[in-house]
């Protein structure tokens, strides 16, 4: 687990975020300890994605300051990955024409490590990337992230259409990440399933903060978090 004192893996001080001109996300701070999973959580449209992409470097910030450790403040998404930093977006990075095999060799880190997180996939190494299930899909993506044992997880919906079971499974690992020193950054749509695994939890409406604080004192919020949701349903 992190300490308090430690200077974070991932900061951002007042990021302005967008498309174009169009700033999404206003004035957010951010910060992402070794050790520790921040929850990102919030409706659709209240630029959680946006907060992610820019945070990875995919997306040009608009203002304000990104800092990840032994990066430039402007770096993009080759350098940050370079660096230490590995992404996982909403929609599954999965090679549908390669099996999961290849899929995993793909990678920058041990394919062996990524069947010892998830050993299902072990009978499915002969089976191309298309074919696998979603669930599959997603414990390909995050399997073969975890193996190059990043200093730095960015992961955005994950759990995306997937069974809770497997959502459970997925999650677990995360935590595990985390205990062994990673710095994770997850947005999720299970809030209630999410919290159990979190440290801090970060909730958006609109492209700003509304409410954040330890994920244990969070999980005491729920019906107040979840009220908020139904009141913000622009992206």
Known sequence: ??????????SCRGLMAGYGDVAVVRDLDVD?????????????????????????GAVPSLGGTVTFTGCRDKAGLDERTRAGMAFVPEERSVFRGLSCRDNLRLGMGDPARALRLFPDLKRRLSVRGGLLSG??????????????????????????????????????????????????LLVEQHVRMALGIADHAIVMQRGRVQIAGPASELAGRLTEIEASYLSQRVR
């Not at 687990?1 to 991932?10: E, F, R, S, T």
């Not at 070794?34 to 630029?47: D, F, I, T």
């Open 135 to 184: 669930g599959e899909q997603q414990m390909l993506s995050l399997g073969r992230a975890l193996s190059m044992r990043p200093r730095l997880l960015l992961a955005d919906e994950m759990s995306l259409g997937l069974a809770p079971l497997i959502v459970a499974r997925l999650l677990r690992a995360v935590r595990a990440a985390a205990d062994a020193g990673c710095a994770v």
């Open 1 to 10: 687990m992190h300490a308090d004192g430690d200077a974070p893996v991932l």
């Open 32 to 56: 992402v300890r070794a050790g520790q999973v921040v929850l990102l959580a919030g409706a659709n449209g209240a630029g959680k994605t946006t907060t992610l992409m820019t945070l990875a």
